[in-house]
């Protein structure tokens, strides 16, 4: 390659937002649920159906705009982009295209100690369609509506970003704002959050804008890397070769690691936008403004002060639990029962880490109860069970969910506290292995590591290591 | 200044608005939208200049609904008009992507 | 009086007063729909006899039990076919909707039933309400009752004619550019269109959904009023529903016009306007004079740029409305396809008329990339330019009076081949749905074919009461309109 490439990138980050209800209409949001069972005539377009606006959904992109350096526009509408697609019932999705609700924010990031602003050009509501199933049977496509009229915010950055390195950390940036606003759960997988890449590439010092194309369907973080690197490639042969690179949409196979374009002659692609006479505009005083932002949560950089001023946490500890909203959430709430931050962050950091990690999950899918890790760690404190079997008892509470009580009183994990039984059973052990003392008082300190792994097996494990090692060495003397 | 309407762009405009005409049909729509469109450029006689379009008659804003779940299962309803259906499901003829 | 000539009112007392049934209103009307409806096809559907007496018989139950009071409980009505009403087939007049049977009913309709009507069928339109004179159903023209050679107007022909012909004793129709008041005017008879986001459009399928209102078609103002009274509510289902400060109309039917200032567009009165209308709407006004009301010329310059402003808009969010017409949900699918993007394009051009694709395709093309700021938002100016145009005219007059069409009925066949000529007949009506004003249409006399003239009038937005008063001292002093010639002969 005889010239320097520069990657540009910019992103469109589509939001499904935490409401209960639709942005349109009263049905719910609630994922998952058999085809059609919610919906309306106002998300299936009916005829004669009108759509009326969610507020929440309103509060929350000024949420995530005011979180992001927005301006707020204060008088916004919405607009109708018109296009066929089955998913789409009324072949429009009102959207908003003219007045925005935010703009002109940026969010900064950090890779490789460098820090950046990546600027948003725009942040807008609309509603997202529905889903096409392909049935192999009739080899027709099926469609549901549950989904459509969910409401989505889409996040348009400007091509600030210039590696893959830039737009994870840029997307886990947005992804921990807009959890810590409740304002959606953000799962790439889930497709809560869903990221469209628009790429080109120019020679290193241009000051003009390659040709861009847009990818989509990129599930998962990874898979953003690769097609970043695939379409950068792509594009810089081709320009080697002397060719041009076409403007248009891409998908991602991420299996083959290859793109390819989507959009079809039947699609013109003129949108047709107007103002959707069915709804009025959204003018957002400045006491509203006001109001939201008082009530905007706690966002990281806050929690991240109060952790280290309130509980004393090292800065290594303050990062890992912030990291995300649900790791924050459950530290907060098991330690709002045990009162014993240090303890709460190592059970976190450390098992459930190391569990996470093994199982290759995402920090989301973390799914115990804070109040049975609460529980766990108010047994071990008491003694009722040693921190090994409490390892052995936490690793069922993070796969089931177990309430701890009932699964140590099930399979008889209590700690053998009895010292009277456990002294007899240490002189036992004492006595059936002369070897092994005579070795400790000869000096071989080790020699009691072997004795207190005797009474662990004679007491399959519950007696506590420390109790063990007292009473021993009383004994041994 | 007369409209001239072209074959091509009927062709564009029966894509977005999915019609397909018939060559007669085709005649006939290139001549009516060339008419129309010349009546409607008397809107340049207009002076519009600094008027804001007007979407709305009256400045009514702000109507909105709260964020409580009223709508349930009704999906016996909303199929009971499809054309074609399946495993309560809109059946239609499949989609590329 | 024979039933059968009754008001909706008059009927409405009556059968309060115990003196008629509510079946016996019902049969009347279906007595009458035997004798004409064949020769004028005023309905898409009549409902079938056993459904319409089983509702009479509930109806007459909850009146006989005081449940129902309102002036209209136990009136049969006739409702134009773009209002869903659940359970039966609603139908915009085209194929594209030939078996579409709605989960829910409009607003309006459901406003009607609580007080107690009777529905009796969905009444014939143009296609998707596109047009002038119901030529374009799918399901056939229907016929002036005055003359069935010529057409009764659109698009609410079928319930103007309806009305006429006494085939229901009032009717619901829809206005988006005068389809209320033109076939009111052509079929002698009253039609109201309220100010906009009086009536819901929650349930009226939308043609011009900045533009639409639904409104009473009646016998007389009385009806109208007690009518609008009815079906006028604010719906949250409607964001473009307002929430009035007073719904009691009829308290406006009230004889006295003295110091009302009339303003007499003469840019109303040029060219184009038939001389016979041109005299009946005179006389009318004269009447008016005398009766005490101050009646003044003045200039509204921005009527003839209404016509092309209300082309560009309508057809622009019609393409859009009527883009969810695809065979995927609803209605009819082509039998013959390839693929997904050929149904979508079979389905639309052989389910929807001409005039309907005309439209669209006008409206797609004002929206288009490169077109819109040219078109679509100078036909907004143009729009907020007309607004202040009226604004400043109704800080001048309470009342601007006109004629409802240039022309009284044409002959049937005699429109649909110069669509632009057919537009221009919106002229009187068109702004008033732009500046989205109350208009209404009453009748004034007969040109020498005997074809009904309708003299409009329009007040300032939220000012029905005005409006109301006005058409009602006309109607009084004007005394008894003449009979249509359908309605002679039953009875």
């Known amino acids: 390659m005889a010239k320097n490439y520069e990657t540009v990138i910019g992103l469109e980050v589509h939001v499904e937002l935490a409401t209960k209800t639709k942005i349109f209409c ?14 309306c005539p106002v998300c299936t377009g009916m005829p004669g159906s009108l759509p009326v606006l969610n507020k929440q959904v309103v509060e929350y992109a000024m949420a995530v705009g005011l979180a992001t350096n927005c301006t707020i526009t204060q008088n916004c509408k919405f607009d109708r982009k018109n296009y066929f ?22 969010v900064d990031i950090e890779v490789d100690g460098k820090e950046k602003a990546v600027r948003i050009h725009e942040i807008h509501m609309e509603e997202d369609a529905g889903k096409l199933i392909h049935d192999p049977v009739t080899d027709c496509s099926l469609v549901d509506f549950n989904r459509s009229g969910v409401p989505l915010i889409e996040i348009v950055s400007e091509p600030d970003m210039r590696s893959a390195e830039e737009v994870i950390a840029y997307l886990e940036k947005l992804r921990l704002i807009i959890q810590y606003l409740g304002a959606s759960d953000c799962k790439l997988q889930e497709g809560s959050m869903r990221a469209d890449v628009n790429l080109s590439v120019r020679e290193y010092g241009s000051k003009e804008f390659g040709t861009r194309t847009e990818m989509k369907n990129l599930n998962s973080f990874k898979a953003i890397a690769r097609a970043i690197e695939g379409e950068t490639e792509r594009q810089i042969d081709l320009l080697e070769e002397g060719k041009k690179v076409i403007q248009e949409t891409r998908r991602w196979d991420d299996e083959e690691e290859y793109s390819y374009p989507m959009r079809s002659k039947e699609d013109a692609q003129d949108y047709r936008y107007f103002p959707d006479p069915d709804l009025v505009p959204v003018v957002i005083s400045d006491e509203w403004l006001e109001d939201v932002r008082s009530r905007q949560p706690e966002l990281r950089d806050d929690k991240m002060l109060r952790y280290e001023e309130e509980f004393g946490l090292p800065e290594y500890d303050i990062e890992i639990l912030t990291g995300t909203k649900h790791l924050a959430d459950l530290f907060e709430a098991t330690n709002e029962i045990v009162k014993k931050p240090k303890e709460v962050s190592n059970w976190l950091m450390g098992e459930t880490m190391r569990l996470v990690k093994e199982q290759d999950m995402d920090i989301d899918e973390i799914s115990f109860s804070p109040k049975h890790l609460a529980a766990l760690i108010q047994m071990i404190d008491k003694g009722e069970i040693n921190r ?15 309430e701890p009580a009932a699964y140590v009183e099930e399979h008889g994990l209590k700690s053998m506290n009895d010292e009277g039984a456990l002294r007899a059973t240490i002189e036992e052990i004492v006595a059936a292995n002369p070897k092994s003392v005579e070795d400790y008082h000869a000096g071989k300190k080790k020699a009691i590591g072997f004795l207190v792994g005797q009474t662990m097996r004679a007491t399959k494990g519950k007696a506590d290591p420390g109790m063990v090692n007292q009473i021993l060495k009383e004994i041994l003397g | 200044m007369a409209n001239v309407i072209t074959d091509a762009t009927i062709d564009y405009v029966g894509i977005l608005a999915k019609l397909e005409l018939s060559e007669e049909e085709k005649e006939q729509a290139k001549k009516d939208m060339a008419n129309m469109l010349d009546y409607i450029d008397m809107l340049n006689e207009l002076d519009t200049d600094g008027v804001e379009p007007m979407s709305h008659v009256f400045p009514v804003h702000n109507v909105f609904r709260e964020d409580v779940v009223v709508n349930g299962d009704t999906r016996d309803k909303i199929l009971k008009n499809a054309p074609e259906k399946k495993d309560g499901s809109f059946m239609v003829p499949k989609t590329v992507d | 009086m024979s039933l059968f000539n009754m008001t909706a009112v008059e009927l409405g007392k009556k059968i309060k007063a115990g003196e008629i049934s509510v079946a016996q209103a019902c049969q009347a009307a279906l007595e009458q729909i035997k004798a004409t409806e064949k020769e004028l096809n005023c309905y898409v559907k009549v409902l079938d006899e056993n459904q319409i007496m089983e509702r009479a018989a509930k109806v007459q139950a909850q009146i006989d039990a005081g449940e129902l009071t309102g002036p209209l409980a136990g009136v049969p009505v006739a409702i134009k076919d773009n209002m869903c009403t659940e359970g039966i087939t609603t139908t915009c007049s085209s194929k594209i909707l030939y078996n579409f049977n709605p989960t829910f009913s409009s607003e309006a309709v459901l406003n009607l039933e609580r007080a107690g009507a009777v529905i009796l069928g969905k009444t014939n339109m143009d296609e998707f309400a596109m047009g002038s004179t119901t030529e374009t159903s799918y399901f056939g023209e229907t016929k002036n009752p005055w003359n069935t050679e010529h057409v009764p107007g659109g698009s609410s022909g079928g319930s103007a004619a309806a009305v006429a012909a006494g085939e229901c004793f009032y009717a619901l ?20 269109k309220p100010t906009y986001g009086t009536v819901s459009r929650y349930g009226l399928i939308a043609y011009g959904s900045s533009l639409d209102q639904i409104g009473p078609m009646t016998k007389d103002v009385t009806d109208c009023a007690a009518v609008l009274e009815t079906i006028a509510s604010y719906d949250s289902k409607d964001s473009t529903s307002f929430r009035r400060e007073d719904y009691d109309f009829t308290s406006a039917l009230v004889d006295d016009v003295k110091g009302l200032k009339i303003g007499i567009p003469k840019d109303y009165f040029g060219d184009g306007l038939d001389p016979e209308v041109r005299d009946a709407v005179l006389k009318a006004v004269k ?29 622009a969010e019609a393409s859009s409305n009527l883009s969810r017409f695809d065979g ?24 929807f008329g001409a005039e ?34 009226f604004d400043q005219a109704f800080q001048k007059y309470d009342i601007i009076i006109g004629p409802a069409a240039p022309t009284t009925a044409p002959k049937l066949g005699a429109s649909l081949s110069d669509p632009l000529k057919m537009y221009l007949g919106d002229i009187y009506t068109i702004s008033v749905n732009l500046a989205g004003l109350p208009g209404i249409s009453v009748p004034c006399g007969r040109d020498k074919q005997g074809l009904p003239i309708g003299i409009q009038m329009l007040a300032d937005c939220f000012h029905e009461k005005t409006l109301i008063r006005a058409a009602y001292s006309y109607e009084q002093a004007r005394g008894a309109f003449d009979v249509c010639p359908a309605q002679k002969g039953v009875d």
């Open chain 1, 26 to 39: 009263s049905c719910s949001t609630e994922f998952g649920g058999a085809p059609n069972t919610h919906t």
């Open chain 1, 85 to 106: 697609y089955p998913d789409n019932p009324q072949n429009y999705q009102i959207s908003q295209l003219y007045l925005p609700i935010c703009r002109n924010g940026h």
């Open chain 1, 388 to 402: 090994k079997v409490g390892k052995q008892v936490f690793e069922e509470v993070f796969k089931n969910d177990i």
């Open chain 3, 173 to 192: 129709g829809s206005d988006t550019g005068g389809s209320i008041r033109q076939p009111a005017s052509f079929c002698g008879i009253v039609g109201m």
């Open chain 3, 287 to 315: 009447v008016l004079e005398e009766k005490g009301a101050i009646v003044e010329e003045f200039n509204l310059t921005m009527v003839p740029y209404a016509i092309p402003a209300y082309y560009v808009i309508a057809s």
């Open chain 3, 328 to 351: 995927v949900k609803y209605g009819y699918r082509s039998e013959d396809f390839n693929g997904l993007h050929n149904m979508y394009k079979k389905t639309r051009s052989e389910g």
């Open chain 3, 356 to 389: 309907v694709k005309r439209r669209i395709m006008l409206g797609s093309f004002v929206l288009s990339s490169g077109y819109y700021d040219a078109y679509y938002l100078k036909a907004l100016r143009t729009k907020a330019l007309i607004k202040q145009e």
